[in-house]
């Protein structure tokens, strides 16, 4: 059987000045049965258009702040470096692919980014703007499970998984502030931040705040979230 194709959308290093890629992301697709392919960067809409209709799936990853241009709010002391070309990309590309109704699923920054690309806003640095004592960003090793999750049992996750907890990794200190009003929850971190994320009437637009790319060999429940993001680009 053929395999999906899956862009994955490149991680940015401007002091290197290169693209790159954390292995976690392409091997955990790679084991769930996708083949991946990391794009290119750019904000040429016809390339961008050329590459949706090629690609079976796009996986948005992590990286750098969302700027916070993107939801129309002042620049925080405490936010960190942003990419703008690749916020251009990603906004671009998010259209396309949900015209196309190609599969889409979002990883840390990736559930910033879809948040606040689709109408809502950013706590910019949860340490200043949203003290709590649960650790949204941890020490490593990265693929231990540092706080639990509430899902939405009604929710896609909710079904797939068939759990009420999760216990997950974290290494963020952005997060969805005001969720966007085309977007539905699927997970809520122990202090009430919202963790998953998708898009209704969608085929596959799914986002979670944790690391599925760092756990997904010692975790099932990691493992299970690619398998249906692969499954979804199969057409399954």
Known sequence: MKKPLIGIVPL??????SYWMLPGYMLGIEEAGGLPVMLPLTRDERE????????DGF??????????RLYNAPRSPFCGESCEERDEMEKILLSLATERDKPILGICRGIQFLNAATGGDLYQDLPSERPTGVTHCQAPPYDRPVHTVRLLPDSPL???LGKETLAVNSY????????SPVLRPM?????GLVEGVFLPDARFVWAVQWHPELSYRTDENSRRIFQAFVAACRGD
């Open 158 to 160: 909710g079904r797939l």
């Open 48 to 55: 961008l258009g050329q590459l949706t209709d090629t690609v």
């Open 172 to 179: 963020h200190h952005q997060a969805v502030k005001t969720l």
């Open 12 to 17: 940015i290093d401007r002091q290197r000045e």
């Open 59 to 68: 996986l948005f990853a992590g990286g750098q702040d969302v700027s916070p």
């Open 187 to 191: 997970a809520y971190s122990e202090d």
